[in-house]
């Protein structure tokens, strides 16, 4: 399962207020750039997840966002990604996002 078209739409639609967005599928998800920075992936299952580097994971932990991690075969603990949900209340709202997303690449 891949994203869609109309996620892919959705996820630009959400940061156009950043500016210039570019993205790349990978691995049946989706990378989102602003100037050749990574600051968010899509996951197929329409999962929004910001890159948190630095004193901003803080602030999405204080938010109640929550890391990405997934168990690889064979290991006792999940591995963790610097990758953390997008606050709720910012996943309909463009303003909030991009404030989000701004924070989030100002800390890579």
């Keep these: 399962m891949s ?34 920075t990574i600051f968010a992936i899509l996951m197929a299952d329409g999962g929004l997840f910001l890159k948190g580097q630095g004193a901003f994971v803080a602030e999405l932990e204080a938010a109640g966002c929550t890391q990405w991690s ?9 591995t963790r990604m610097a990758y953390w949900t997008l606050p709720e209340a910012a996943v309909d709202d ?12 100002a800390h890579l």
């Design 3 to 36: 994203v869609s078209a109309e996620q892919i739409e959705a996820a630009r639609d959400l940061f156009s207020g950043l500016g210039d967005i570019t993205t790349r599928k990978m691995m049946g998800g989706l990378c989102l750039y602003h100037e050749d």
């Design 70 to 78: 997934y168990q690889r075969k064979g290991r006792d603990k999940p």
């Design 94 to 105: 463009p303003d909030l996002a991009c404030d989000w997303a701004g924070r989030a690449l």
